[in-house]
């Protein structure tokens, strides 16, 4: 709490005036979305079952897996202020299609412990969830799925994990203060810096969270790109400069009449998870030995 009181004389010193009001309601909804409510889940209906894993600070990560069938698996990170409940049924379509999952709430969100900061905690819980993944029985293949703040860890863990195969990335972004300031933007000028500026105060290293390092550290491993064309948070430039910084084999599919965080929902969850499907087939698999 200090903090945000920090935060907030800091806005007031603009004055007492209405863009010193604007500044504090866009510092306050920046900073809420870094203190998520914490949720407790119903026990999951099989095949899902529950998962916990405990990090090397003690903090407790919860979290589901699905089994695999074709020894591929594929670890999902949920973007912020989510949980793993975000990408559940992308990875139910792609366990019909005999994938493994492990989705996890990232420390600080849903049922897991820790804080919200999206640190170095975060990227342990992930590398711990690749590690419960590969102990699969047969599981010998490896993937990772993020969504928005979750594509920025996911391409960072898997930049440092060769064992990760096939990475994708939905509506991800290049440098988390860029893409601030731009979901931000307003006429008035400055007035995005409240939002870097609660960002910084919750805890996240801004300026560690850029994607484009590592998107180009994946070295050949297959990337995919997922992103909206009407998305009002990330810049249109901002996924095709990390298409660019990559590697092949990569493939971009920009969403027509997508936003953020509707993709599925504007493409079809048909394709969409189609899509998905059939580039971790011939990421992982190799041609003709995806399941149907």
Same mark, same amino acid.
């Given at each position: 709490?200090?903090?945000?009181?920090?935060?907030?004389?800091? +806005?007031?010193?603009?004055?007492?005036?209405?863009?010193?009001?604007?500044?504090?309601?866009?510092?306050?909804?920046? !900073?809420?979305?870094?203190?998520?409510?914490?949720?407790?889940?119903?026990?999951?209906?099989?095949?899902?079952?529950?998962?916990?894993?405990?990090?090397?600070?003690?903090?407790?990560? $919860?979290?589901?897996?699905?089994?695999?069938?074709?020894?591929? =698996?594929?670890?999902?990170?949920?973007? *912020?202020?989510?949980?793993?409940?975000?990408?559940?049924?992308?990875?139910?379509?792609?366990?019909? #299609?005999? !994938?493994?999952?492990?989705?996890?709430?990232?420390?600080?969100?849903?049922?897991?412990?820790?804080?919200?900061?999206?640190?170095?905690?975060?990227?342990? =819980?992930?590398?711990?969830?690749?590690?419960?993944?590969? $102990?699969?029985?047969?599981?010998?293949?490896?993937? +990772?799925?993020? !969504?928005?703040?979750? *594509?920025?860890? =996911?391409?960072?863990?898997?930049?440092? %994990?060769?064992?990760?195969?096939?990475?994708?990335?939905?509506?991800?972004?290049?440098?988390?203060?860029?893409?601030? /300031? !731009?979901?931000? /933007?307003?006429?008035?000028?400055? +007035? *995005? %810096?409240?939002?870097?500026?609660?960002?910084?105060?919750?805890?996240?290293?801004?300026?560690?969270?850029?994607?484009?390092? *590592?998107?180009? #550290? +994946?070295?050949?491993?297959?990337?995919?790109?997922?992103?909206?064309?009407?998305?009002?948070?990330?810049?249109?430039?901002?996924?095709?400069?990390?298409?660019?910084?990559?590697?092949?084999? $990569?493939?971009?599919?920009?969403? $027509?009449?997508?936003?953020?965080?509707?993709?599925?929902?504007?493409?079809?969850?048909?394709?969409?998870?189609?899509?998905?499907?059939?580039?971790?087939?011939?990421?992982?698999?190799?041609?003709?030995?995806?399941?149907?």
């Amino acid at each position: 709490m200090a903090l945000v009181l920090a935060g907030a004389a800091a +806005l007031a010193a603009l004055g007492g005036t209405w863009i010193a009001y604007r500044a504090a309601g866009v510092f306050r909804a920046q !900073y809420a979305d870094f203190r998520p409510p914490r949720e407790t889940f119903p026990a999951p209906a099989a095949p899902l079952a529950d998962l916990t894993l405990r990090l090397g600070s003690g903090t407790v990560v $919860k979290g589901w897996t699905l089994p695999s069938a074709n020894g591929a =698996a594929v670890v999902f990170v949920h973007g *912020s202020p989510g949980d793993r409940r975000a990408l559940l049924e992308t990875a139910r379509a792609l366990h019909g #299609a005999g !994938y493994g999952a492990v989705l996890i709430d990232v420390p600080g969100h849903g049922e897991s412990a820790g804080r919200a900061t999206w640190d170095a905690e975060t990227l342990e =819980a992930v590398r711990a969830a690749l590690d419960a993944a590969a $102990k699969g029985p047969q599981v010998r293949r490896l993937a +990772l799925v993020g !969504y928005s703040m979750g *594509s920025n860890i =996911a391409a960072r863990v898997a930049a440092a %994990e060769p064992g990760v195969g096939a990475v994708v990335l939905l509506a991800p972004f290049t440098d988390l203060a860029e893409q601030l /300031r !731009y979901q931000y /933007r307003h006429r008035i000028p400055g +007035l *995005s %810096e409240a939002a870097v500026l609660a960002t910084r105060i919750a805890g996240v290293p801004v300026a560690q969270m850029r994607t484009t390092e *590592s998107v180009a #550290a +994946l070295r050949g491993r297959a990337l995919m790109i997922i992103a909206g064309d009407l998305d009002a948070a990330i810049p249109a430039a901002m996924p095709r400069a990390l298409f660019a910084a990559a590697g092949e084999p $990569k493939v971009l599919w920009v969403v $027509k009449g997508a936003g953020h965080a509707d993709a599925r929902r504007i493409a079809g969850p048909v394709e969409f998870d189609g899509r998905i499907r059939d580039f971790l087939d011939a990421s992982l698999l190799g041609p003709g030995r995806g399941a149907r």
